[in-house]
């Protein structure tokens, strides 16, 4: 998208929620740049200038607003190549990782992918990784009691001293100067964040789909948060989930053995609640088909509900094969009392770490067949494990979820239905659409069985959003 600085004033000045994290604005005559829904007085048209990331606006010499934080804003969505791969950038560079050892993980060179970013974005990968440490690191800051030095760590600096030195030089202050009052995650063993969203965020619709799938020991929901135990390399914890639509924000509690993973566990949560979707991008689809639009009156903004980590929805989706939810239910539920390590948490449902590819793989047939599956899907399970441990289910960015498709199907027991559940909900493209599922054709049917050919074509209509479009269908069989 070229911006067009005109209609990004207009939107600034409105305070327009729905371009939050869509761009950025410098105010030349502060020295800072702001999201487009703070509430600060706003400055003069003369005084500002916009950019589409964070990362450009400081290269341009900004520093992060303190009101309206810049830091707790929604993500690019990663729907052009470009923006996937910026993406994935971010999300690495929190996680530690070197940009020399992300050549694999993208599926460009270093050179192209300069290029890329450059041309695109106006800024250079060095840039991307910087300011998005330092981004967390200010959060963390304003957000913990945690000693500059663990922050420094879990913001995926290498170097105490590096650290220091970059946040001076971009903020012109010393980390400990950016400490906040907030006490949020004073209770031993704590830590808690701010998530932003684009609003509006339906989400008891949300709670829908991860009620009806919970796996016994690893999730529970109470009231209207959601807990789960995690697991991130060596680093084993738990986290609760709340909304504050208020302030249009998640609140995020995780417990304190997983800070030194926390830039990770905050890409997670972002993608396991759609954090970054945009509504308003969605709404003129939505809002003029008549399959979807009384589903979108009643639940605007609907998200797609997604998983903790790919495997564990992938395995999810493979017990859901030709049975019920309930069913598939207590299959995960069996599973995971058979292979899924135990751990202590401060709520006695939660005692159970889900699933892993290295666990599963080690299961004979026979084993799986003695908690209840058939043999070809216990098959399925153990060809799924090993292709996950190879590296299977992770993809460079700017791959077409067709390509995933095709790469899953070349799996015995993977149908195109599987294909596309997993990349919709897990690998999180926002185009896949599991065709042949007879809740989707029976409600593009109204009522009536359609083929999955039928389906397919109508589905055409609702390119780039149709696993939204697939959302909203399924809800419509609940409002009939």
Same mark, same amino acid.
């Given at each position: 998208?070229?911006?067009?600085?005109?209609?990004?004033?207009?939107?600034?000045?409105?305070?327009?929620?729905?371009?939050?994290?869509?761009?950025?604005?410098?105010?030349?005559?502060?020295?800072?740049?702001?999201?487009?829904?703070?509430?600060?007085?706003?400055?003069?048209?003369?005084?500002?200038?916009?950019?589409?990331?964070?990362?450009?606006?400081?290269?341009?010499?900004?520093?992060?607003?303190?009101?309206?934080?810049?830091?707790?804003?929604?993500?690019?969505?990663?729907?052009?190549?470009?923006?996937?791969?910026?993406?994935?950038?971010?999300?690495?560079?929190?996680?530690?990782?070197?940009?020399?050892?992300?050549?694999?993980?993208?599926?460009?060179?270093?050179?192209?992918?300069?290029?890329?970013?450059?041309?695109?974005?106006?800024?250079?990968?060095?840039?991307?990784?910087?300011?998005?440490?330092?981004?967390?690191?200010?959060?963390?800051?304003?957000?913990?009691?945690?000693?500059?030095?663990?922050?420094?760590?879990?913001?995926?600096?290498?170097?105490?001293?590096?650290?220091?030195?970059?946040?001076?030089?971009?903020?012109?202050?010393?980390?400990?100067?950016?400490?906040?009052?907030?006490?949020?995650?004073?209770?031993?063993?704590?830590?808690?964040?701010?998530?932003?969203?684009?609003?509006?965020?339906?989400?008891?619709?949300?709670?829908?789909?991860? %009620?009806?799938?919970?796996?016994?020991?690893?999730?529970?929901?109470?009231?209207?948060?959601?807990?789960?135990?995690?697991?991130?390399?060596?680093?084993?914890?738990?986290?609760?989930?709340?909304?504050?639509?208020?302030?249009?924000?998640?609140?995020?509690?995780?417990?304190?053995?997983?800070?030194?993973?926390?830039?990770?566990?905050?890409?997670?949560?972002?993608?396991?609640?759609?954090?970054?979707?945009?509504?308003?991008?969605?709404?003129?689809?939505?809002?003029?088909?008549?399959?979807?639009?009384?589903?979108?009156?009643?639940?605007?903004?609907?998200?797609?509900?997604?998983?903790?980590?790919?495997?564990?929805?992938?395995?999810?989706?493979?017990?859901?094969?030709?049975?019920?939810?309930?069913?598939?239910?207590?299959?995960?539920?069996?599973?995971?009392? %058979?292979?899924?390590?135990?751990?202590?948490?401060?709520?006695?449902?939660?005692?159970?770490?889900?699933?892993?590819?290295?666990?599963?793989?080690?299961?004979?047939?026979?084993?799986?067949?003695?908690?209840?599956?058939?043999?070809?899907?216990?098959?399925?399970?153990?060809?799924?494990?090993?292709?996950?441990?190879?590296?299977?289910?992770?993809?460079?960015?700017?791959?077409?979820?067709?390509?995933?498709?095709?790469?899953?199907?070349?799996?015995?027991?993977?149908?195109?239905?599987?294909?596309?559940?997993?990349?919709?909900?897990?690998?999180?493209?926002?185009?896949?659409?599991?065709?042949?599922?007879?809740?989707?054709?029976?409600?593009?049917?109204?009522?009536?069985?359609?083929?999955?050919?039928?389906?397919?074509?109508?589905?055409?209509?609702?390119?780039?959003?149709?696993?939204?479009?697939?959302?909203?269908?399924?809800?419509?069989?609940?409002?009939?």
């Amino acid at each position: 998208m070229k911006l067009d600085d005109e209609s990004c004033y207009a939107a600034f000045t409105a305070g327009e929620a729905r371009f939050d994290g869509v761009f950025f604005t410098g105010v030349k005559s502060t020295g800072i740049y702001c999201r487009p829904v703070c509430a600060a007085r706003k400055p003069l048209r003369r005084s500002c200038t916009f950019y589409r990331t964070a990362s450009e606006a400081e290269g341009a010499g900004f520093r992060p607003c303190l009101r309206c934080r810049p830091e707790l804003a929604p993500a690019v969505a990663g729907d052009s190549m470009p923006e996937a791969l910026l993406r994935r950038i971010q999300e690495r560079a929190v996680e530690g990782t070197r940009l020399s050892d992300l050549e694999a993980d993208l599926g460009y060179s270093p050179r192209q992918v300069r290029r890329i970013l450059v041309e695109t974005f106006g800024v250079t990968p060095v840039q991307v990784v910087q300011t998005q440490r330092l981004l967390l690191a200010r959060q963390l800051l304003r957000e913990t009691r945690q000693p500059v030095s663990e922050i420094a760590l879990a913001a995926g600096f290498r170097s105490l001293r590096n650290f220091n030195a970059l946040f001076a030089q971009r903020y012109g202050c010393a980390p400990g100067e950016c400490r906040g009052v907030n006490k949020a995650g004073k209770d031993a063993g704590t830590v808690q964040l701010r998530l932003a969203y684009r609003a509006p965020m339906p989400w008891d619709a949300l709670m829908v789909y991860f %009620k009806s799938r919970l796996v016994p020991g690893v999730e529970e929901i109470v009231g209207d948060e959601y807990r789960r135990t995690v697991e991130i390399g060596d680093r084993r914890g738990w986290l609760s989930v709340k909304l504050d639509q208020d302030r249009t924000e998640m609140r995020v509690t995780v417990s304190q053995s997983l800070f030194p993973v926390l830039g990770a566990v905050q890409s997670r949560v972002r993608r396991m609640f759609d954090l970054d979707a945009r509504p308003d991008a969605m709404a003129v689809m939505m809002e003029t088909d008549p399959l979807l639009a009384p589903v979108w009156e009643k639940h605007a903004g609907l998200r797609v509900g997604g998983a903790w980590d790919p495997f564990e929805l992938a395995v999810r989706a493979v017990l859901g094969q030709q049975i019920t939810v309930a069913a598939a239910t207590t299959l995960s539920g069996r599973l995971v009392a %058979k292979v899924g390590a135990e751990m202590d948490t401060p709520f006695p449902a939660l005692n159970r770490l889900a699933v892993t590819p290295d666990a599963l793989a080690k299961l004979s047939v026979d084993d799986l067949c003695r908690l209840g599956l058939v043999s070809k899907r216990a098959e399925t399970l153990r060809t799924l494990a090993n292709f996950a441990l190879a590296g299977g289910l992770e993809f460079a960015p700017g791959v077409t979820h067709d390509a995933v498709v095709e790469a899953m199907t070349k799996l015995p027991g993977i149908g195109p239905w599987t294909a596309h559940y997993i990349a919709m909900r897990a690998l999180r493209f926002p185009d896949a659409f599991p065709a042949a599922d007879l809740g989707l054709r029976k409600a593009i049917g109204h009522g009536e069985m359609v083929s999955t050919r039928e389906a397919e074509a109508r589905s055409q209509a609702w390119r780039p959003w149709r696993a939204y479009a697939a959302i909203a269908l399924w809800f419509s069989l609940s409002m009939e």
